[in-house]
């Protein structure tokens, strides 16, 4: 493929098929979109229910594991990505949270002029197609992404939200409005009840575009750097390698683990792990791979007899026969459950003012021995840590494999924090509400009560919620990557757009804001001005 390109784009997921609608709007510009992962045409990605199938999945999967965690008794944690057209947008359980307003203006304060909330809030409108009637200051419904309210919940999701407040959490239906605090039923992004991944959102679309290509298939081995200018990226595919030029920019959008990894197999990263793991250094940037941030989490499960939950029995045998037709008739039933129904954000005593753990119910039993599936029925809550203090790196070794280590519990601060969420949830499930289906807790179990037991507990049970960021932090300090701007530090046609630009981690699930980040980048380098601006 010698014809050369103007922009190409590595990583087709949130951010990048935004870019890559956007770019290509001007029949002018030649944009390539490259996809190590396949295509996306799989009934396990497009219907909701499947979501659960694809996290270990070979073919739809990065099945990372990350180093062994210190403070987590040395635990390896699994680290899934989505590897497919709309990357981890095509696996994750497409909730629609925008985070705190205070989580961008902090970014703001840290050095990144223009990515305060007042700043984004328009590119978050412009995105979106709220279906729901919210508030028009705060939702946009002209964008290519569907926000709608999840088709068919399952009736033990709205007891959550009932018992949640009873202990003084109040409801709260739409978490990207006025306030983030309160429990109620995730909005997602889907469209008649099937998932609405990036891709199909807005590079679907557009395919007929005679200026867009898109790559599936196709690893990216390095960017092509000469006289500190990035002209190209070195991949592989159909068995050969070669060399994609872009005459105007390389943008990489691989993600926190995938973006920092092309980076330092380029010779861009600090001096000493380069050499450490035998890589030429092209271009000493002490931040590239640190700074790496994620949620950490904690799980109460609960056993219950109840066929009312999702679950596997006699008793669930109709539901479950029936959920097929039910979906390709009414699109309603089990299949269209994305399993994290309910949730919310709360306060703990920790709490500076604004709520420090998010929950994740699960209206079906989560095996507490780490299975997919489990006989039986239940139900479960995910709690996380919203803004940790604990910080990680990612390294590449001699084998150009990744390293991944979060280095949870590093900031003592946050084990703290996950006690009190764990047991604010534990609170939240001993509500009235759930005594017709009340079974027994199997993770932690009864008898842990203490803070000592707590603490052991989280120890040996809590992993990652799969929101990693901040790996190529935005900002202008010594150990900063790219600029406000997106371009990477010292080297010219070079730009990094994803999760791994946060400087901090945002409160909540990272799509909508890497989708905000694509918007944005696009009116970067288009040099527009920003929606709204005058």
């Given at each position: 493929?010698?014809?050369?390109?103007?922009y190409?784009?590595?990583?087709?997921?949130?951010?990048?098929?935004?870019?890559?609608?956007?770019?290509?709007?001007?029949?002018?510009?030649?944009?390539?979109?490259?996809?190590a992962?396949?295509?996306?045409?799989?009934?396990?990605?497009q219907?909701?229910?499947g979501?659960i199938?694809?996290?270990?999945?070979?073919?739809?999967?990065?099945?990372?594991?990350?180093?062994?965690?210190?403070?987590?008794?040395?635990?390896?944690?699994?680290?899934?990505?989505?590897k497919?057209?709309?990357?981890?947008?095509?696996?994750?359980?497409?909730?629609?949270?925008?985070?705190?307003?205070?989580?961008?203006?902090?970014?703001?304060?840290?050095?990144?002029p223009?990515?305060?909330?007042?700043?984004?809030?328009?590119?978050?409108?412009?995105s979106?197609?709220?279906?729901?009637?919210?508030?028009?200051?705060?939702?946009?419904?002209?964008?290519?992404?569907?926000?709608?309210?999840?088709?068919?919940?399952n009736?033990?999701s709205?007891?959550?939200?009932?018992?949640?407040?009873?202990?003084?959490?109040?409801r709260?239906?739409?978490?990207?409005?006025?306030?983030?605090?309160?429990?109620?039923i995730?909005?997602?992004?889907?469209?008649?009840?099937?998932?609405?991944?990036?891709?199909?959102?807005?590079?679907?679309?557009?395919l007929?575009?005679?200026?867009l290509?898109?790559?599936?298939?196709?690893?990216?081995?390095?960017?092509v750097?000469?006289?500190?200018?990035?002209?190209?990226?070195?991949?592989?595919?159909?068995?050969?390698?070669?060399?994609?030029?872009?005459?105007?920019e390389?943008?990489?959008?691989?993600?926190s683990?995938?973006?920092?990894?092309?980076?330092?197999?380029?010779?861009i990263?600090?001096?000493q792990?380069?050499?450490?793991?035998?890589?030429?250094?092209?271009?000493?940037?002490?931040?590239?791979?640190?700074n790496?941030?994620?949620?950490l989490?904690?799980?109460?499960?609960?056993r219950?007899?109840?066929?009312?939950?999702?679950?596997?029995?006699?008793?669930?045998?109709?539901?479950?026969v029936?959920?097929?037709w039910?979906?390709?008739?009414?699109?309603?039933?089990?299949?269209?459950?994305?399993?994290?129904?309910?949730?919310g954000?709360?306060?703990t005593?920790?709490?500076?003012?604004?709520?420090?753990?998010?929950?994740?119910?699960?209206?079906?039993?989560?095996?507490?021995?780490?299975?997919?599936?489990?006989?039986g029925?239940?139900y479960?809550?995910?709690?996380?840590v919203?803004?940790?203090?604990?910080?990680?790196?990612?390294?590449?070794?001699?084998?150009?494999?990744?390293?991944i280590?979060?280095?949870?519990?590093?900031?003592?601060?946050d084990?703290?924090?996950?006690?009190?969420?764990?047991?604010?949830?534990?609170?939240?499930?001993?509500?009235?509400?759930?005594?017709?289906?009340?079974?027994?807790?199997?993770?932690?179990?009864?008898?842990?009560?203490?803070?000592?037991?707590?603490l052991?507990?989280?120890?040996?049970?809590?992993?990652t919620?799969?929101?990693?960021?901040?790996?190529?932090?935005?900002?202008?300090?010594?150990?900063?990557?790219?600029?406000?701007e997106?371009?990477?530090?010292?080297?010219e046609?070079?730009?990094?757009?994803?999760?791994?630009?946060?400087?901090?981690?945002?409160?909540g699930?990272?799509?909508?804001?890497?989708?905000?980040?694509?918007?944005?980048?696009?009116?970067l380098?288009?040099?527009?001005?920003?929606?709204?601006?005058?």
């Amino acid at each position: 493929m010698n014809t050369p390109f103007d922009y190409v784009i590595v990583g087709a997921g949130s951010s990048g098929c935004v870019l890559a609608n956007r770019l290509s709007a001007d029949p002018a510009v030649k944009v390539c979109l490259i996809e190590a992962g396949g295509n996306d045409n799989s009934q396990r990605i497009q219907t909701p229910a499947g979501t659960i199938t694809l996290y270990k999945s070979k073919t739809y999967s990065w099945n990372f594991f990350s180093a062994p965690q210190q403070h987590l008794g040395g635990r390896s944690l699994h680290t899934p990505r989505g590897k497919a057209l709309g990357g981890s947008s095509s696996m994750n359980s497409m909730i629609y949270i925008r985070g705190h307003a205070s989580d961008y203006d902090r970014w703001a304060q840290a050095g990144c002029p223009g990515w305060d909330w007042n700043s984004v809030l328009p590119y978050f409108k412009k995105s979106e197609n709220n279906r729901l009637g919210q508030d028009p200051g705060r939702h946009g419904t002209g964008g290519e992404l569907n926000v709608e309210a999840a088709r068919d919940p399952n009736p033990v999701s709205r007891l959550f939200v009932s018992a949640a407040q009873k202990v003084g959490i109040r409801r709260n239906d739409d978490f990207n409005g006025e306030q983030l605090e309160g429990c109620g039923i995730y909005n997602l992004t889907q469209k008649n009840a099937r998932r609405l991944s990036s891709y199909r959102a807005f590079v679907a679309p557009v395919l007929s575009r005679p200026n867009l290509k898109v790559i599936t298939d196709c690893t990216v081995h390095s960017v092509v750097v000469d006289g500190g200018v990035a002209t190209g990226v070195n991949v592989q595919m159909a068995g050969t390698r070669q060399v994609l030029q872009a005459n105007r920019e390389v943008i990489l959008c691989a993600g926190s683990l995938g973006s920092p990894q092309l980076l330092l197999a380029s010779g861009i990263g600090p001096a000493q792990d380069l050499q450490a793991a035998g890589i030429e250094v092209r271009h000493d940037l002490p931040g590239v791979g640190k700074n790496l941030q994620d949620h950490l989490d904690g799980l109460i499960t609960v056993r219950s007899k109840s066929p009312l939950t999702l679950g596997f029995s006699a008793g669930a045998l109709p539901s479950i026969v029936t959920s097929p037709w039910r979906y390709l008739r009414a699109r309603m039933g089990w299949l269209t459950t994305n399993y994290v129904e309910a949730g919310g954000f709360a306060r703990t005593a920790l709490s500076d003012g604004l709520p420090d753990v998010q929950f994740h119910f699960v209206p079906g039993y989560r095996s507490h021995r780490g299975r997919l599936f489990e006989w039986g029925h239940g139900y479960a809550v995910h709690t996380c840590v919203l803004r940790p203090g604990s910080i990680g790196e990612v390294r590449i070794g001699r084998d150009r494999q990744l390293l991944i280590d979060f280095n949870f519990l590093s900031d003592p601060e946050d084990a703290k924090v996950l006690v009190e969420g764990l047991k604010l949830a534990r609170r939240v499930l001993a509500s009235a509400e759930f005594d017709s289906i009340r079974g027994e807790e199997m993770l932690p179990g009864k008898a842990v009560q203490t803070d000592e037991q707590w603490l052991a507990y989280v120890r040996d049970y809590a992993a990652t919620v799969f929101h990693p960021v901040g790996t190529c932090k935005m900002g202008s300090d010594a150990m900063s990557v790219v600029s406000p701007e997106l371009k990477v530090h010292g080297i010219e046609g070079l730009r990094v757009v994803d999760a791994s630009i946060m400087p901090t981690l945002i409160s909540g699930n990272t799509n909508a804001p890497c989708i905000m980040i694509g918007e944005k980048a696009a009116d970067l380098i288009l040099r527009r001005t920003p929606p709204g601006a005058v």
